[in-house]
């Protein structure tokens, strides 16, 4: 009866749209009055879930993309990617699609880079000829790149859940990441076609050059992170420390175009950002030891496998629920919530958890542009002024590719075992 209790306040609180962080919260705080346990439990799993060593990367990785964003690379990556790709038709919308692609290595987060670029690619779209609700759809569709090509801060949460290693989880998403934006260049390719967008003139290889070395040191820094977790020199916590110091020394004194009296305003708002994930993951870890207790991953694993032990059945169930809790949910929450009881279920049928854990965070990604919840399309709609209908129904042809990609994902695992197995050896 208990946990009625618990998923009922956590739904209710929910619907009521109390942030996701508070509902885990409450419905947790809920259980514990209603069982009579002491409320202390509260703060003691709060801090054992924030008290992770590899957590610590987030604040590192997300000081870097700040102080990179502030210091001119935005600019710069843009005017990369409009070289390489904006001579094609539809090849603003590719622009934005690589550009993603690119800021990704840098952010690792999809609200940051739709943040970061939605102002300058979905005006500079418009101006150009593009309707202000594909502009919108593309920018929200593709940021869900970034968090799959490394660095990536829902990767650095299942490592933390899982003990995976972060490195091996880093370079398990960049293929996949790499076949979403490739999807997704397609897609504004077919789409131009279609609906007459407009191209842009070729630009010559001198442009070509003068943009990459623009750009050289702002791309560079996906080349530290993964260099420093290839060779060993670093851990991942170690990397992002020095990610966020070369992010510091590009902007303010390569670019300089970071001014160093905003620096202090760049760290604070990248520590309310960092805190407002690491509340997150502690009551989420609260809220998932309530789980854990009345054996809900247990009852879950016997009730699909009472249904199938086949793989691909499995498979395609657990991609079903992630794309049905990604529609609602944060995609942090789902993960603390969901990766461990439903890892324990892929595992049980033989599917390996590095594969897992890659389509699983993927599933989740895609729920980042899925309406009714999807945050990135509320971002994109409102840096357009647009409404998120016409958002939503230009969003669904790359809703598919992505889906497409999820699907050879899932079945095809060297998609997202390859590259780690041969970079790092097996697990």
Not at 136 to 154: E, L, N
Not at 272 to 289: E, K, M, Q, R
Request: with cysteine.
């Amino acid at each position: 009866m208990d946990i009625f209790i618990l998923i009922g306040v956590f739904l209710g609180t929910l619907v009521l749209g109390v942030p996701v962080a508070i509902c885990l919260g409450l419905s947790s705080l809920a259980y514990i009055l209603v069982a009579g346990l002491p409320v202390v439990i509260i703060p003691q799993r709060m801090f054992a879930g924030m008290d992770v060593f590899v957590l610590l990367c987030i604040p590192g990785f997300i000081l870097a993309g700040n102080l990179m964003n502030s210091g001119g690379i935005t600019e710069r990556i843009i005017r990369l990617a409009n070289a390489l790709v904006g001579w094609m038709r539809g090849g603003l919308a590719m622009t934005n699609v690589a550009t993603s692609m690119m800021f990704g290595g840098v952010s690792g987060t999809a609200v940051a880079d739709v943040a970061a670029t939605g102002g300058v690619l979905i005006n500079g779209m418009k101006k150009s000829g593009y309707t202000a609700q594909f502009s919108a759809a593309i920018t929200a569709a593709s940021s869900t790149v970034g968090p799959m090509i490394p660095p990536s801060v829902p990767m650095i949460i299942v490592g933390a859940l899982s003990g995976i290693s972060v490195g091996q989880l880093f370079l398990a998403g960049a293929v996949p990441g790499v076949l979403m934006g490739v999807a997704m260049a397609i897609g504004c390719y077919l789409l131009a076609i279609k609906n007459d967008f407009p191209r842009q003139k070729w630009q010559g290889f001198r442009e070509l050059f003068t943009a990459f070395l623009g750009a050289f040191w702002a791309l560079a820094m996906t080349g530290l992170i993964l260099g420093g977790l290839l060779t060993g020199v670093a851990t991942p916590t170690e990397t992002a420390i020095v990610a966020s110091a070369y992010a510091f020394i590009v902007g303010g004194f390569v670019y300089r175009e970071l001014p160093m009296r905003k620096v202090p305003k760049i760290v604070i708002n990248s520590a309310i950002s960092s805190a407002g994930i690491l509340a997150l993951v502690g009551f989420a870890n609260v809220f998932g030891s309530i789980l854990a207790s009345e054996r809900i991953p247990q009852m879950l694993v016997t009730a699909v496998l009472n249904i199938t032990d086949n793989p691909i059945l499995v498979i395609l169930l657990i991609n079903t629920l992630l794309l049905i809790v990604g529609m609602f949910m944060e995609t942090i929450a789902a993960l603390i919530i969901l990766f461990v009881p439903l890892l324990g279920l892929a595992t049980s049928v033989g599917i390996d958890p590095v594969h897992f854990a890659t389509f699983a965070v993927l599933n989740l990604m895609i729920g980042l542009t899925t309406p009714p919840v999807g945050i990135c399309l509320f971002v994109a709609a409102n840096i357009a002024r647009v409404p998120l209908g016409g958002v939503i129904k230009a969003v669904f042809p790359f809703l598919l590719s992505n889906i497409i990609v999820l699907l050879m994902v899932s079945y095809y695992p060297p998609l997202a075992t390859w590259l780690p197995t041969t970079l790092l050896g097996s697990n």
